[in-house]
């Protein structure tokens, strides 16, 4: 692996986990006659609500298990737009049981000494930028790129094909991706997709890192067939 970390085999990698639901709170007739799940038996379950799999599961510390089940959203806004709702958020969150996967940061996007003072020592697994950057998001992109995880980690920009600003910026990212130079940005991959029906914000484009100050990353091999 990417690290040089174990993963054992046949557990899902690191935890007591069980990949089939029946067992674990939900019986073979709690399922449809399709053999789908039924939602009502799977609220009854372990599975739903703010205790879903922590009785059923324990990762195993320092493994991709512990790290994903200990995952967390972190929105950033200054809440400055007339009519926004982000302040709303964290009370739905609560609503719906998930909470504790939920921090909201009443932050400057754009401020310089977010990048290193935002949750210290967190790699993120995916940067969602939906902040109309454009002529900003070269130098956005360049304060963020350290924070991705360097394993296959994401970042997707909104509206990036058919403005001339953020255009501009994206086809000297298609460049960096074809070129053998040494970047800041190291491995990487990218696509963009277009939706051809609207004129305006009617694409996102995704990056995918892969690597960083420990080689490049290749997803591990576990089977010989699909």
């Keep these: 692996r990417y690290r040089g970390e174990d993963r054992e085999r046949g557990n899902g990698g ?47 510390p320092f493994t991709e298990d512990a790290r994903v089940t200990s995952g967390v959203l972190h929105c950033i806004d200054n809440m400055a737009h007339q009519h926004t709702t982000a302040h709303v958020v964290k009370e739905t969150a609560e609503k719906m049981n998930c909470g504790d996967r939920l921090k909201l940061h009443d932050r400057d996007a754009f401020d310089p000494d977010l990048p290193s003072t935002l949750e210290p020592g967190t790699e993120f697994d995916l940067l969602w930028i939906d902040l109309g950057a454009a002529h900003r998001i070269e130098q956005f992109m360049e304060n963020w790129w350290p924070r991705v995880r360097p394993e296959g980690g994401h970042v997707i920009v909104h509206s990036t094909l058919t403005n001339a600003l953020s255009r501009g910026w994206l086809e000297k990212m298609r460049e960096l991706s074809r070129s053998d130079e040494q970047t800041q940005f190291g491995k990487f991959e990218i696509i963009s997709f277009l939706e051809p029906h609207k004129l305006f914000q009617n694409s996102i484009t995704i990056f995918q890192k892969r690597g960083g100050p420990f080689g490049e990353y290749h997803e591990p091999v576990h089977t010989k067939f699909p």
């Excluded at 089939?20 to 789908?36: E, R, W």
């Design 14 to 60: 690191g935890g007591a986990r069980v990949d089939d639901t029946v067992g674990k709170g939900v019986t073979k007739g709690d399922t449809n006659v399709n053999g789908s799940l039924d939602f009502d038996a799977y609220k009854r379950s372990d599975l739903f609500g703010p205790s879903a799999g922590k009785r059923n599961f324990v990762p195993k």
